[in-house]
């Protein structure tokens, strides 16, 4: 049975993983227009709690996207400097929303592959009941 509980353990910490992505990733798209605002991004590394690895995913560190704001020139923007020009926002709404769909159907695999091993384990536990 620890092999059920593993496999659940696994999907769970991808489910997990990728629902703190999305977040970021909502983050994102909603201050695509926001002057100034660095996109946000996230890793994942080995689990290791318990001081173990245990074959699932945590989220790392949040990163802020280091590449260089465009400049828009747009002189009656509040924000705009003496020659007219202000920092954007380095969000590409094209990537952000292929993430955002990566992200959601790395979501629904661990999904399918957890209620799978649920209904394994259901099964076997009915057999091992008669």
Excluded: C, W
């Excluded at 280091?66 to 923007?77: F, G, R």
């Excluded at 020659?83 to 926002?89: N, T």
């Amino acid at each position: 049975m620890t092999d059920f509980s593993t496999a659940l353990s696994v999907a769970a910490s991808g489910m997990r993983s990728q629902t703190h992505r999305l977040q970021h990733l909502s983050e994102n798209i909603a201050n695509a227009d926001t002057p100034g605002y660095r996109r946000k991004l996230i890793s994942f590394q080995a689990d290791r709690s318990a001081g173990q690895v245990s074959g699932g995913v945590a989220p790392g560190p949040v990163r802020l996207d280091q590449t260089a704001l465009p400049e828009i020139y747009d002189p009656s923007h509040p924000m705009a400097d003496e020659s007219g020009h202000y920092a954007g926002s380095n969000v590409d709404l094209v990537i952000e929303l292929a993430d955002a769909r990566e992200a959601q159907r790395s979501y629904e695999a661990n999904l399918k592959i957890f209620d799978q091993v649920r209904q394994m384990s259901s099964s076997l536990n009915d057999l091992l009941r008669r």
